[in-house]
C-alpha cells in the first residue's frame, strides 16, 4: 500500500460528516482467528453446510456442539488487534459513526468500539430453540467443560443454538433494519476485511452508493465490488488502519 493511498483514505474520512465500517473476517486475522474464504480460510477445510447451516445443526446438534467446542478456545481466547483498535479510536473521536459486522467474535466491543452492530449475531451467547431464551456464555461454557452436549436450556429443557446466524436463516431482523438505514444515511463507508460474497451484507456497499456515499475498501485479496469503490487497498488491515488513523490525526491537527 501506498502513502498516498493512507493520505487520500485519510483525506476521505476528514471529509466526512458520517462514516461507517462493514467488516469481515478478515479484519480478525491477525487475532489468530481464521477467516472462511481466503487461501488458509475455515471453509476450505469443513464444507460450510455440513457445518454451518441450520440444518446442519438441527440433524445432529451433539455433534454440531462438538465441532463448535473444538473451534470455540481459538474464539473466546483471541485479542482485539490494531486494526479492532484504531476503528475504535476513530469513533472514540468522532469519525467513525458505528461498525456492521458479519464477525461474531465480539473484538470490536473488547476494543472499546460502542456502537457495533452484529448482523450475524454472537458467538458467546446462546439461545434456546424452543422458548427462546437467551443464555450467557458461562452456562455454555460449563456445559461444554462438563462435555454435557448439547447444552439444553435452563427454563425448558430446550436444545441450545449458539446467537449466531447460520446458513438457512434469518438476519436479526431489527438489527439489520438499523444497519440499512445508518447505510442509506452515511456518507462514507470502510469495508474491512470482508470478501463482499455472502447477501444480504455484502448488498449494502452498493445501497450506500446508491445513496451517494463514498467507498472505500480495505481487503487483502481484490473482491467484487473493488471496481465501484473510490479507493481500494490491497493490504493487511491491522498496519493499514493504524496509518490511516495516524495520517487523520496528523492532518486534524
Ligand atoms: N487484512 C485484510 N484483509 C484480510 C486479512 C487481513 N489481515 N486477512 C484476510 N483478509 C481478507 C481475505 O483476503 C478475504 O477476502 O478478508 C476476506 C475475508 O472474507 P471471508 O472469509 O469471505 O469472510 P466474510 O466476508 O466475513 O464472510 C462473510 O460468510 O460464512 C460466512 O457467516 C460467515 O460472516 C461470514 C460471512
Known amino acids: 500500500m501506498s502513502e498516498n493511498q493512507i493520505r487520500e483514505a485519510a483525506h476521505l474520512i476528514l471529509d466526512s460528516t458520517s462514516t461507517v465500517a462493514l ?12 477467516d472462511f474464504r481466503g487461501p488458509d480460510g475455515l471453509w ?7 457445518f454451518a447451516s441450520i440444518n446442519a445443526f438441527l440433524s445432529d446438534p451433539k455433534a454440531w456442539w462438538e465441532t ?3 473451534l470455540a478456545p481459538t474464539l473466546l481466547d483471541a485479542k482485539p488487534n490494531a486494526a479492532h483498535q484504531a476503528l475504535a479510536k476513530l469513533e ?6 458505528c461498525i456492521i459486522t458479519q464477525n461474531i ?4 466491543q473488547r476494543a472499546g468500539s460502542q456502537k457495533v452492530l452484529e448482523v450475524h449475531g454472537n458467538f458467546g451467547n446462546a439461545v434456546c430453540i424452543v422458548c427462546h431464551e437467551r443464555v450467557n456464555r458461562r452456562y455454555v461454557e460449563r456445559k461444554i467443560k462438563k462435555k454435557q452436549l448439547p447444552p439444553t436450556c435452563p427454563s425448558c429443557g430446550g436444545i441450545l443454538k449458539i446467537d449466531a446466524v447460520l446458513f438457512g436463516e434469518a438476519l436479526p431482523q431489527e438489527i439489520y433494519r438499523h444497519a440499512i438505514k445508518v447505510v442509506g444515511d452515511c456518507q462514507l463507508m470502510i469495508v474491512v476485511g470482508s470478501s463482499l460474497t455472502v447477501y444480504p451484507v455484502a448488498s449494502l456497499p452498493n445501497i450506500a ?10 481487503n487483502q485479496e481484490p473482491t467484487l ?7 481500494v487497498i490491497h493490504a493487511k488491515a491491522g498496519d493499514t488502519l493504524t496509518r490511516i488513523f495516524d495520517q487523520v490525526r496528523r492532518t486534524r491537527r
Not at 467474535?105 to 470490536?108: I, P, Y
Open 23 to 34: 467488516t469481515g473476517a478478515g479484519i480478525s486475522t491477525e487475532s489468530g482467528i481464521p
Open 44 to 50: 476450505t477445510k469443513v464444507d460450510p453446510m455440513k
Open 68 to 70: 463448535a467446542a473444538q
Open 92 to 97: 472514540k473521536i468522532g469519525l467513525l459513526q
Open 105 to 108: 467474535d465480539g473484538l470490536h
Open 209 to 218: 452508493t446508491q445513496s451517494g456515499s463514498k467507498l472505500i475498501i480495505l
Open 225 to 231: 465490488l473493488d471496481a465501484t469503490a473510490d479507493l
